[in-house]
């Protein structure tokens, strides 16, 4: 059957391939890492780059992600000129899965798009471990303190993949009884547990989607050495500087030192007596400190007894904050980050400053207007930013800081400096790991502009999934986007990696720092639902303008308008609903049950429209050929359970199972109509839409 390469209902899908220009001036977008893995309910975050070329001005750049319009938010949400934009994608609606989405400039009426991987991930494993005095990793699955003493707690866990956590993946711990049992967090994301008095509690680690794991702790503590009181007053005091903190901490025995960690008091004093047993002392915390609960009052007795209790630091309510983070786009990722953020009143004098890493942030500022500035370390290869994305205090936008109030989403993209860097790859078409690919030409974008004459079979090699060489031509029509066009079709089905090498080089002579590789799947030769069926497992398919006539949730079927084939659906479905007109690419598998179905990656809907069921002898149920229909079948009820029955019309079928949504309700013999989709788990299975009583006059 011949093939057509582009049907109509295949025009949601073609919107994916990234868009260029063949005019320059032009611009580009790009991501600083076009990959990133969350956990379902953790905020995904993307660094997303605007670079201008040969002069491009624009009125303004707005930014989205078309497929994911109410989880995406981009912090700025608009660009003036070049920059950068954090893009933080909230994944507590989504099913666990891969989404192959794209972020889309709007510059003019002017579209540019790159293509990046979002994986939404269920926690299945987390893990407790520490360390021990010649750094090995030791798994905890329980914790048995002898004595008042400090745990170095690390948290990690695994997805329903496999896979472990990527940094930074937030896991709470929770101690069952503080009162015996405390935790607090260490800046570097570890944590500090403290045994405090003797009895048994639960540790409990929770990821972002809520799965949680506990440990049993047992703390036995001798009557003796222990430090038997502790106290800081007030607990909480602003950064005002002038509040009088009272300490106090007394011991069975001698206590060997006093101190509050991260913190140095001023105006401090404080005296020894009970022997040595007892402390108190007095002070105040340096005007201006940084808000924050991470502040530990700490008394020790030799060897292994510590006990610390906490003091919280507030803003002052005449003064404001301000808080936010330093994203570099840079290549090879946004990297560590280390400089100064410089505060400057609104006639350009700095009135403060502070040092930072990633995130920052900024206190006891008086209410009123200022402007922002990142300056890197000597050792940072960043140029100097103002915010938002400008390069001078005349450019730069205002900050108004309010009494009480906190500024946040102050965000900085330095990007590296204006000596020669090699140019890179900022996205290609078919974007890496795409399947169910139906396009007549590769396509890569690089960051700037090329010397064509080192842009050939050479420099740009497309190989199938054996290896061998796909011959073609490349051309750059625009000196940015090199084209490869095959000189046959690319076969249906397979597999191809594309590599360009470090033998292609800008119009300055710089190669790329590295080789480049992706790979995609074309879609399988089948438009149709039964010639899908015949495909092997891990084929890649592309196929419009198929009907939705069931979904429950984790899986759905799929019809043919005029109901020849139908198939069965699972994976990323859920803006799918009964009755929706949709264009899917997806991978094809088989149940346990031997049912073929398929594991969708991409999915649009394009419209309503209704599916008449197909109406059926039992019988004839049998054939694999009414695999994913919509069908209508009578019979008498065998069997009954609370959501399942047998159907059979006395055909000399063995009958059909029918599972239905919720209890039934009818017994043994009742005459019934069933409507849903043939199913097979085995035998044939009906998963039930509707079911009714039949009568007669």
Same mark, same amino acid.
């Given at each position: &059957?011949?093939?057509?390469?582009?049907?109509?209902?295949?025009?949601?899908?073609?919107?994916?391939?990234? &868009?260029t220009?063949? +005019?320059?001036?032009?611009?580009t977008?790009s991501?600083?890492?076009p990959?990133v893995?969350?956990v379902r309910?953790?905020?995904a975050?993307?660094?997303?780059?605007?670079e201008?070329?040969?002069?491009?001005?624009?009125?303004?750049?707005?930014?989205?992600?078309?497929?994911a319009?109410g989880?995406?938010s981009?912090?700025? +949400?608009?660009?003036?000129?070049?920059?950068?934009?954090?893009?933080?994608?909230?994944t507590?609606a989504?099913?666990?899965?891969?989404?192959?989405?794209?972020?889309?400039a709007?510059?003019d009426?002017?579209i540019?798009s790159?293509?990046?991987?979002l994986?939404?991930?269920?926690?299945?494993?987390?893990?407790?471990?520490?360390?021990?005095?010649?750094?090995?990793?030791?798994?905890?699955?329980s914790?048995s303190?002898?004595?008042?003493?400090v745990?170095?707690?690390?948290?990690?866990?695994?997805?329903?993949d496999?896979?472990?956590?990527?940094?930074?993946?937030?896991?709470?711990?929770? *101690?069952g009884?503080?009162?015996?049992l405390?935790?607090?967090?260490?800046?570097d994301?570890h944590?500090?547990?403290?045994?405090?008095?003797?009895?048994s509690?639960l540790l409990?680690?929770?990821?972002?989607?809520?799965? %949680?794991?506990?440990?049993?702790v047992?703390?036995?503590?001798p009557?003796?050495?222990?430090?038997?009181?502790m106290?800081?007053? /007030?607990?909480?005091?602003?950064n005002?500087?002038?509040e009088?903190?009272?300490?106090?901490?007394?011991?069975?025995?001698?206590?060997?030192?006093?101190?509050?960690?991260?913190?140095?008091?001023?105006?401090? %004093?404080?005296f020894?007596?009970?022997?040595g047993?007892s402390?108190?002392g007095?002070?105040?915390?340096?005007?201006?400190?940084?808000?924050?609960?991470?502040?530990?009052?700490?008394?020790?007795?030799?060897?292994?007894?510590v006990?610390?209790?906490?003091?919280t630091?507030?803003?002052?309510?005449t003064?404001?904050?301000?808080?936010? +983070?330093?994203?570099?786009?840079?290549p090879?990722?946004?990297?560590?980050?280390?400089?100064?953020?410089?505060?400057y009143?609104?006639g350009?004098?700095? @009135?403060?400053?502070t040092?930072?890493g990633?995130?920052?942030?900024?206190?006891?500022?008086?209410?009123g207007t200022?402007?922002?500035?990142f300056?890197?370390?000597?050792?940072q290869?960043?140029? /100097?930013?103002?915010?938002?994305?400008?390069?001078?205090?005349?450019?730069a936008?205002?900050?108004?800081?309010?009494?009480?109030?906190?500024?946040?989403?102050?965000?900085?993209?330095?990007s590296?400096? =204006?000596?020669?860097?090699?140019p890179r790859?900022v996205s290609?078409?078919?974007?890496?790991?795409?399947?169910?690919?139906?396009?007549?030409t590769?396509?890569?974008?690089?960051?700037r502009?090329?010397?064509?004459?080192?842009?050939?079979?050479?420099?740009?090699?497309v190989?199938?999934?054996?290896?061998?060489?796909?011959?073609?031509?490349?051309t750059?029509? =625009?000196?940015?986007t090199?084209?490869?066009?095959?000189s @046959?079709?690319?076969a249906?089905?397979?597999?191809?990696?594309?590599?360009?090498?470090?033998?292609?080089?800008?119009?300055e002579?710089l190669?790329?720092?590295?080789?480049?590789?992706w790979?995609?799947?074309?879609?399988?030769? +089948?438009?149709?639902?039964?010639?899908?069926?015949?495909?092997?497992?891990?084929?890649?398919v592309?196929l419009?303008g198929k009907i939705?006539?069931?979904h429950?949730?984790?899986f759905?079927?799929?019809?043919? /308008?005029?109901?020849?084939?139908?198939?069965r659906?699972?994976?990323?479905?859920?803006?799918?609903?009964?009755?929706?007109v949709?264009?899917?690419?997806g991978?094809?598998a088989?149940?346990?049950?031997g049912?073929?179905?398929?594991?969708?990656? *991409?999915?649009?809907?394009s419209?309503?429209?209704?599916?008449?069921?197909?109406? @059926?002898?039992?019988?004839?149920l049998d054939?694999?050929? &009414?695999?994913?229909?919509?069908?209508r079948a009578?019979?008498? @009820?065998?069997?009954?359970?609370? *959501?399942?029955?047998?159907l059979?019309?006395?055909?000399?079928?063995?009958?059909?199972?029918?599972i239905?949504?919720?209890?039934?309700?009818?017994?043994e013999?009742?005459?019934?109509?069933?409507?849903g989709?043939?199913g097979?788990?085995?035998r044939?299975?009906?998963?039930?839409?509707?079911?009714?009583?039949?009568t007669?006059?």
């Open positions: &059957m011949p093939r057509c390469r582009i049907l109509p209902s295949l025009a949601l899908l073609l919107l994916l391939i990234p &868009m220009s063949s +005019a320059a001036p032009d611009y977008v991501l600083v890492d990959s893995r969350a309910g953790q905020t975050e993307l660094v997303v780059g605007i201008f070329l040969d002069g491009f001005a624009s009125s303004g750049i707005t930014l989205q992600v078309p497929q319009p989880a995406a981009f912090t700025p +949400a608009a660009l003036s000129g070049e920059g950068g934009s954090l893009l933080r994608i909230d507590g989504l099913d666990p899965g891969v989404y192959n989405w794209h972020v889309q709007v510059s009426g002017s540019r790159a293509p990046f991987t994986e939404v991930i269920a926690a299945a494993e987390l893990e407790f471990y520490t360390f021990d005095a010649g750094l090995n990793k030791i798994t905890l699955s914790l303190p002898t004595s008042q003493s745990t170095e707690i690390y948290l990690t866990g695994r997805g329903s496999g896979f472990q956590f990527a940094t930074g993946t937030p896991i709470t711990l929770t *101690s009884n503080p009162e015996i405390a935790v607090y967090p260490h800046p994301g944590f500090r547990v403290y045994a405090i008095d003797s009895g509690t409990t680690a929770t990821a972002p989607d809520g799965y %949680s794991r506990s440990i049993p047992s703390i036995d503590i009557s003796q050495p222990r430090i038997t009181e106290s800081v007053s /007030p607990s909480t005091v602003t005002r500087g002038d009088t903190i009272t300490f106090t901490a007394t011991g069975t025995g001698p206590l060997t030192s006093v101190a509050y960690d991260g913190l140095t008091l001023t105006n401090d %004093s404080g020894w007596y009970n022997d047993r402390y108190i007095a002070g105040c915390v340096p005007e201006g400190l940084p808000p924050g609960s991470a502040y530990l009052f700490r008394a020790q007795m030799a060897p292994d007894t006990r610390v209790v906490p003091l630091v507030v803003n002052d309510p003064r404001g904050m301000i808080r936010g +983070a330093v994203y570099p786009r840079a090879g990722g946004p990297g560590a980050v280390s400089g100064r953020i410089e505060v009143d609104t350009g004098v700095v @009135v403060a400053d040092d930072c990633r995130e920052f942030g900024i206190g006891y500022l008086p209410p200022y402007k922002l500035r300056a890197p370390s000597d050792e290869a960043l140029r /100097p930013e103002w915010w938002p994305n400008a390069d001078s205090f005349e450019s936008s205002d900050v108004i800081v309010t009494a009480g109030g906190t500024v946040d989403g102050i965000y900085f993209f330095p590296p400096p =204006d000596e020669p860097q090699p790859i290609t078409a078919p974007a890496d790991g795409e399947i169910g690919v139906v396009r007549a590769i396509t890569a974008v690089f960051s502009p090329m010397d064509v004459s080192t842009l050939n079979s050479d420099t740009f090699r190989a199938d999934g054996q290896g061998s060489p796909v011959s073609g031509t490349i750059c029509p =625009d000196g940015i090199a084209v490869f066009t095959p @046959v079709p690319l249906d089905g397979a597999t191809f990696t594309c590599t360009v090498t470090t033998g292609a080089a800008d119009t002579g190669p790329l720092a590295q080789d480049h590789s790979s995609f799947s074309t879609a399988a030769d +089948a438009d149709l639902l039964s010639e899908a069926r015949e495909l092997s497992d891990g084929v890649s592309a419009g939705v006539h069931l429950q949730g984790g759905a079927y799929i019809a043919e /308008p005029d109901r020849s084939s139908g198939m659906i699972e994976g990323t479905i859920s803006d799918a609903s009964d009755r929706s949709v264009s899917l690419t991978v094809v088989t149940t346990p049950g049912e073929r179905y398929i594991d969708v990656r *991409s999915l649009t809907v419209g309503e429209e209704d599916t008449r069921p197909v109406g @059926v002898p039992v019988r004839a054939s694999r050929m &009414m695999d994913g229909l919509c069908v009578w019979g008498r @009820v065998y069997d009954p359970g609370a *959501s399942s029955f047998v059979s019309d006395g055909s000399g079928s063995q009958g059909v199972i029918v239905t949504p919720e209890p039934h309700g009818f017994a013999g009742a005459v019934v109509s069933v409507t989709a043939a097979w788990e085995g044939r299975v009906i998963y039930a839409e509707t079911v009714g009583t039949v007669s006059d």
